[in-house]
């Protein structure tokens, strides 16, 4: 159904108690700063801010599961009284579980995927402990790795079925960590029921109609781990504070509209921090409506074919999907009524093309506002105004009672000063999302400028208007369809090739995943061996397969810093020039020849030239501007004179 695309400038209509304000620009961001968040918020703890949703329609259904992403399936529904009894009771059976020594820091691990008890998991770790969900995908050695650094005590897992090799993984886990007393099943898909340690049945033998164990929690009390840092390499778990959940809860229900009796799609995994706070809690906090679309999340294969049609039968007020699946869905016929959504929403994972976000509100009617976070800022940091100018492109204005700058940083990463309008500069980040620091403290020491503000690792600059626009990353991170991958991982691994002196790698632009991993390698003196040897050897001995490097490329001199360090940005930009050479490559056909350079620039970070070169026409420059529209990375086309 064909609705129109124009963007009114105010909510839906909602009950006064329901309003929230209209923000469009930095100045009314200040004037709702004259109010103390103090005064403003409702809730501290993530069980108050399950709390504060459930009060609002206790009959109201929190989740409807399914399994396959299909209209036509009878979806498994929980109210949000129902989920609040299952959440205190999963919440004194961890507390008994891991009474005695350490129990006001006993930590519960996770291996889930998008299943209904990972909901109730999400809400009864923090009440009871600090919970430390992980990507079950992971090597069995990999998510051991994370949970000896979290000491982990409760493992909660999803048994064997047909679909997830997650027990098998879990049971390898508990033998590779000490610290782990207690494995849990979770009853998979198509899966049999093992009654000794099955978590519902563990669950209903507790009493579910209020907690029986007090334990002291503030807004300061850890509440999850949240890895961090990439899903591959040393654990680096962020500590995420009550109090820095429960203010995103707000910020986000103030910022984006949400409230009672919105509709959304579950489909981001619930070891991100997007996935835990964005689209679990908040939505949670606010009594709206979780469509678990499959146990896959949005990797399900029906997800974008159905996609149309599970809107219209759920009623979804939201367009939940990250920058990848935005481009999915607009190949894909609108084949369902879509009046129900609402003109907004909010993704992130990856930077939305600014041809992308004109094209979803240009054909479905809806504005998406890309925003600017990271983990050790409990998620989100900046989204644009809703009721503003998009910018699309940029990554909006700050957060209500949060603060973002560019920072001057020199050759050691150390404070400099401050970066004015317009220079690209370290993004530094201070409010109460802010996270205290790792579990692991060395990792601290150059986590923070001075004055307490947060060193992202992340390039970007600020324009008059404070609208935030990113550049690049001083962090060595590959970002794959919104998964971080930490290139040292990939590096390392192929350093131990027999035939690899130095190896590096470095994400190549993509239009459908962001970024894909590749590499460059230096071969020893006299070794022999072929690219597709090593990437071979890379996709078997990388833990993750998302990971293993897409291409390697041979080089006979890898460049060096004049300290003898891998120096990678000329690998980024060689990787960007490979990637738009073979995306511009069908302008042969219309007899235009292309060249590309890639460098840095004093405003946008990194640039792509792209000179058309022979007999340019008018429909050579539209078809080049159209493909480089696709990408994130900041272009200009120019015609050989």
């Excluded at 150390?414 to 060395?442: L, N, Q, R, S, W």
């Excluded at 069908?586 to 070169?613: E, F, K, Q």
Aim: hydrophobic share 40%; aromatic share 6%.
């Amino acid at each position: 159904m064909r609705r129109s695309t124009t963007i009114p400038t105010t909510d839906r209509p909602r009950p006064v108690s329901e309003q929230r304000p209209i923000i469009r620009n930095l100045k009314e961001v200040e004037e709702f700063e004259a109010v103390p968040l103090a005064e403003r918020m409702r809730a501290d703890t993530v069980y108050e801010l399950i709390n504060m949703g459930a009060a609002h329609d206790p009959e109201r259904a929190v989740i409807h599961y399914l399994l396959k992403a299909d209209p036509d399936e009878t979806p498994q529904t929980l109210s949000y009284g129902a989920y609040l009894t299952k959440v205190r009771q999963a919440a004194n059976l961890f507390h008994r579980l891991l009474a005695g020594e350490g129990k006001e820091d006993g930590v519960i691990g996770v291996l889930l995927p998008m299943v209904p008890e990972n909901y109730i998991t999400l809400a009864a770790g923090p009440t009871a402990g600090i919970l430390c969900p992980v990507n079950w995908a992971l090597s069995a050695e990999a998510i051991a790795n994370v949970m000896k650094a979290a000491k982990v005590r409760v493992l909660v897992a999803l048994g064997p079925c047909p679909e997830f090799g997650i027990w098998e993984s879990a049971q390898k886990v508990a033998e590779l960590v000490p610290s782990i007393e207690h494995l849990i099943q979770v009853q998979g898909p198509g899966g049999v029921q093992d009654s000794e340690i099955d978590f519902n049945a563990l669950i209903d033998a507790e009493p579910g109609d209020a907690l029986t164990f007090e334990r002291a929690v503030d807004a300061e009390t850890t509440a999850i781990y949240c890895p961090t840092g990439g899903t591959t390499g040393a654990p680096k778990l962020a500590r995420l504070a009550h109090g820095g959940i429960a203010y995103k809860c707000h910020v986000y229900s103030w910022y984006l509209g949400h409230g009672p009796g919105d509709v959304v799609f579950a489909g981001t995994p619930l070891f991100h921090s997007g996935g835990i706070v964005n689209r679990s809690i908040s939505p949670m906090s606010q009594g709206m409506t979780n469509v678990i679309l499959s146990p896959h999340g949005f990797r399900e294969k029906n997800t974008y074919k159905n996609y149309w049609k599970l809107v219209e039968k759920y009623r979804a007020t939201e367009l939940i999907a990250v920058p990848t699946a935005l481009s999915a869905l607009l190949s894909q016929p609108v084949d369902g009524d879509i009046s129900s959504l609402g003109h907004y929403s909010n993704t992130g994972s990856a930077g939305l093309p600014a041809a992308v976000g004109r094209a979803v509100e240009e054909k479905f009617g809806v504005r998406m506002l890309s925003n600017y976070g990271l983990t050790e800022n409990t998620a989100s940091a900046a989204i644009p105004p809703r009721h503003g100018e998009p910018r699309y492109g940029s990554s909006g204005i700050r957060l209500p009672y949060t603060q973002i700058k560019a920072v001057k940083v020199d050759a050691g990463g150390k404070y400099e000063g401050d970066c004015p309008d317009g220079e690209v500069g370290v993004i530094a980040i201070k409010g109460p999302g802010v996270v205290e620091g790792y579990v692991d403290e060395t990792l601290n020491r150059d986590l923070f400028f001075p004055d307490g503000w947060l060193n992202t690792g992340d390039l970007g600059r600020f324009d008059e208007d404070g609208f935030i626009w990113i550049t690049g990353r001083l962090k060595d991170l590959i970002i794959r369809g919104g998964n971080n991958i930490d290139s040292r991982v990939i590096d390392e691994t192929l350093q131990d090739h027999e035939a690899v002196e130095l190896a590096a790698a470095v994400g190549k632009p993509d239009t459908y995943a962001g970024e894909l991993p590749i590499a460059y390698v230096q071969l020893k003196p006299g070794a022999q061996a072929t690219s597709e040897d090593i990437r071979l050897y890379a996709r078997e001995h990388i833990p993750e397969r998302g990971a293993a490097p897409a291409e390697i490329h041979i080089i006979e001199k890898m460049p060096l810093t004049e300290v003898g360090k891998i120096f990678k940005p000329p690998l980024r930009r060689d990787a960007a020039e490979k990637a738009f050479a073979e995306a511009l490559a069908p302008l042969s056909m219309l007899g235009a020849g292309v060249d590309i350079a890639v460098a840095d620039d004093a405003t946008r970070g990194t640039l792509a030239t792209i000179r058309l070169t022979g007999d340019v026409d008018d429909a050579a420059v539209s078809q080049a501007e159209e493909i480089m529209a696709a990408y994130t990375m900041s272009h200009k086309i120019v015609r050989a004179r």
